[in-house]
């Protein structure tokens, strides 16, 4: 069946620094995979997505590319800020329910 | 334009009693989505609406869950005889299709089963 596995946190950042979270993926067939991010107290975003192969999210200065070789959609952020402390969910979908990774907490301090 | 809602914001009820939790849609969307969000299971699906179809229900954890999508666009999801591990935020989603189609979620229900 269809899984995520995503980098455990809490990742720790200071303000400028680079992000990377790792996500890899099990699926049947070609799904589409997303980063998903809830701030706090906020409900669930969609952050960015990519729908094939060799295609690239991007969305606040966030971006990922999907991996089919090495089953992966890593997130990575040159330089976070602050405002980025959340929680990321990496996701897949191949038909229309999305299977979510367990979430990585995000800290950035001053 | 209003995004997704869902009522109440907080639930919390007695083990054994029966809870209905409200999901209104994004209007003109015709997938809805119930997930389940706790700390040991992360986020789970549990039921898919699309228009006048059958409902997918593969995620629903036990026959105490039920739900219903009136008119095509609000939803209610009923738990009978609730148990201490059904205490979770109940996510609603909707999404103009319903394969790979960007899902909008609502900020949820905490259900807190005491």
């Known amino acids: 069946g269809n899984s995520v596995t995503q980098m455990e946190g809490p990742v720790t950042l200071s303000e400028e620094a680079f992000l990377t979270i790792n996500c890899t993926y099990t699926a049947t067939g070609y799904p589409s995979l997303f980063w998903y991010v809830q701030y706090p107290g906020e409900g669930l975003q969609l952050l960015l997505k990519?729908?094939?192969?060799?295609d690239k999210g991007s969305n606040k200065g966030f971006e990922a590319t999907y991996r089919k070789e090495t089953t992966s959609f890593h997130l990575e952020k040159g330089s976070v800020q602050v405002s980025d402390s959340a929680v990321y969910f990496c996701a897949l979908s191949s038909g229309y329910a999305l299977n979510f990774g367990k979430g990585t907490s995000l800290l950035v301090t001053p | 334009g209003a995004g997704v809602s869902q009522s109440p914001s907080n639930k919390v009820t007695e083990k054994g009693k029966d809870v209905e939790l409200r999901c209104d849609p994004i209007?003109?969307?015709?997938?809805l989505y119930w997930y389940r969000q706790s700390l040991g299971q992360g986020l789970e699906f549990l039921i898919y609406?699309?228009?006048?179809?059958?409902?997918?229900k593969s995620g629903l954890p036990s026959d105490r869950f039920s739900a219903e999508r009136t008119g095509g666009s609000v939803s209610t999801l009923t738990i009978q005889r609730t148990q201490q591990e059904d205490s979770a935020v109940y996510l609603c989603a909707s999404s103009s299709r319903g394969l790979n189609y960007e899902q909008y979620f609502g900020p949820g229900t905490r259900l807190t089963v005491t």
């Open positions: 609406f699309q228009g006048n179809s059958a409902p997918d």
């Open positions: 209007s003109g969307h015709t997938a």
């Open positions: 990519a729908t094939k192969a060799d």
